[in-house]
């Protein structure tokens, strides 16, 4: 099988894409599919993902058969995004493979779990959030400023404070 292999990684020091690509590598030579290519975003934003983009144009236009990814957490970011391509590429009849998980997306049993595991990482990130939320509302209650400190204005020249902008008016 013709696939792609797909890793994602922040622009964080300590991450490095070529951990996700040796992992990769191995699981597709062992399973006997034929690397197409091999796509790599570093992003610091869920809007810039272009070479995301790239594999999903090649999997829709039927260069590719399927693609392989490390996790579930390094194809989608939500889980909304994660429920629609599954759909969409079982239709189809593309494959998705998540290492880490062990899941052939492409099985009725594949996209079962992956939607248990998205549905319980989207129920721990807004857990998460309504934690935040409830300890901001309590340092707000309790009188704290919140958010960045203001950045102070330049002090302004004593020509400008004397006489105005354009001198003496």
């Known amino acids: 099988m013709k696939i792609a292999i797909y890793a994602r990684v922040s622009k964080a020091l300590d991450q490095n894409p070529e951990n996700q690509l040796l992992e990769l590598r191995r699981w597709a030579n062992a399973s006997?599919?034929?690397?197409?290519?091999?796509?790599?975003?570093e992003v610091s934003s869920k809007d810039t993902r272009p070479m995301?983009?790239?594999v999903l144009k090649k999997l829709r236009?039927?260069?590719?058969?399927?693609?392989?990814?490390?996790?579930?957490?390094?194809w989608?970011?939500?889980?909304?995004?994660?429920v629609l391509e599954l759909e969409e590429f079982s239709q189809t009849g593309k494959t998705m493979f998540s290492l880490k998980e062990g899941l052939d997306l492409s099985t009725a049993a594949g996209r079962m779990f992956a939607n248990i595991l998205a549905a319980m990482a989207?129920?721990?990130?807004?857990r998460i959030r309504e934690r935040t939320m409830l300890g901001l509302a309590r340092a707000k209650a309790q009188?704290?400023?919140?958010g960045r400190?203001?950045?102070?204005p330049p002090l302004q020249k004593r020509d400008e404070v004397i006489y105005g902008k354009g001198g003496i008016t």
């Open 32 to 41: 006997q599919n034929e690397i197409e290519g091999e796509y790599v975003d």
């Open 52 to 54: 995301k983009e790239e």
């Open 61 to 74: 236009t039927g260069v590719l058969e399927g693609v392989a990814f490390y996790a579930l957490d390094r």
């Open 76 to 82: 989608g970011r939500t889980m909304s995004e994660l």
């Open 122 to 126: 989207n129920f721990e990130r807004e």
């Open 143 to 146: 009188g704290k400023k919140l």
């Open 149 to 152: 400190p203001r950045k102070k």
